[in-house]
């Protein structure tokens, strides 16, 4: 039988270990397939870069949170990538919240992808991102599809159908995950394309469409990194690729 002295060593050992919940033992597997947006055809040699923060709780809203660490890796011939880490709290419980400036929690990673003669996502319209959605007790099953247009009126617009009212784009289709695989799917809108509630973060595969860079402009721009992208003496792959677009 265990005395209180014990029990209460016991507890603070544990503590740590309940709060951290999935920083510790739930590192899962990120999936994706990045494409060019126009052929639809797989980007070979893509450097994809997962960062995650350590988060605190701020004075009033938000959470303070720091650099704690960054994996990168290259895409395949298919276009695949896949890299392991935490996968991070969103909204972290009010426990942990409590306590967080005893016990960190991990953020969700962030995601950025780099290809010599490539916009990144947000660069340039025309881009798109599609990921599988399942919802067995809403019986929801298919894709969610972001592609917000090919101009900056049209993406203003997708804006204000759907992302600021906190919708994304839903395709009904059956076993969509393998479909993206596969590229087996036309990334393109339905007549009577539905719409659900914004749910990104339940996904762990995601599909990537980036469009060249065309104008002297464009490739100027995309060559420049951003601010985020600092820890340069964990990312080997990245360098590398940033220093054969300078030759």
């Not at 209460?8 to 920083?23: K, V």
């Not at 947006?37 to 070979?44: Q, S, W």
């Not at 890299?83 to 409590?98: C, F, N, V, W, Y």
């Not at 804006?159 to 990334?187: A, C, H, S, T």
């Amino acid at each position: 039988m265990l005395t209180k002295k014990a029990c209460l060593i016991l507890t603070m050992a544990m503590l740590p270990l309940g709060l951290m919940g999935a920083d510790l033992f739930g590192n899962v597997t990120f999936r994706g397939k990045v494409i060019d947006a126009d052929t639809l055809k797989p980007i070979e040699g893509a450097v994809v870069v997962a960062e995650w923060e350590k988060c605190h709780p701020g004075i009033g809203e938000g959470s303070l949170c720091d650099f704690k660490m960054v994996k990168e890796t290259l895409t395949n011939a298919s276009g695949e990538w896949s890299i392991t880490g935490p996968q991070g709290d969103s909204l972290p419980s009010k426990t942990r919240e409590i306590l967080g400036f005893i016990v960190s929690w991990t953020a969700p990673p962030r995601f950025q992808i780099y290809k010599q003669g490539y916009c990144r996502l947000h660069q340039k319209p025309g881009g798109l991102h599609a990921y599988p959605y399942v919802n067995k007790e809403k019986r929801l099953e298919g894709i969610v599809l972001v592609r917000m247009g090919d101009t900056k009126e049209e993406e203003n617009e997708f804006m204000k159908q759907y992302l600021l009212e906190g919708f994304v784009p839903f395709i009904p289709v059956k076993d969509p995950e393998r479909k993206l695989r596969e590229l087996n799917f036309d990334f393109r809108y339905p007549p009577d394309v539905m719409s659900i509630r914004d749910v990104w973060e339940n996904t762990m595969y995601d599909v990537i469409g980036l469009k060249k860079a065309v104008t002297q402009e464009e490739k100027k721009e995309a060559e420049i990194l951003p601010a985020t992208v600092d820890h340069w003496i964990y990312l080997p792959l990245l360098r590398k690729t940033v220093e054969n677009s300078m030759k």
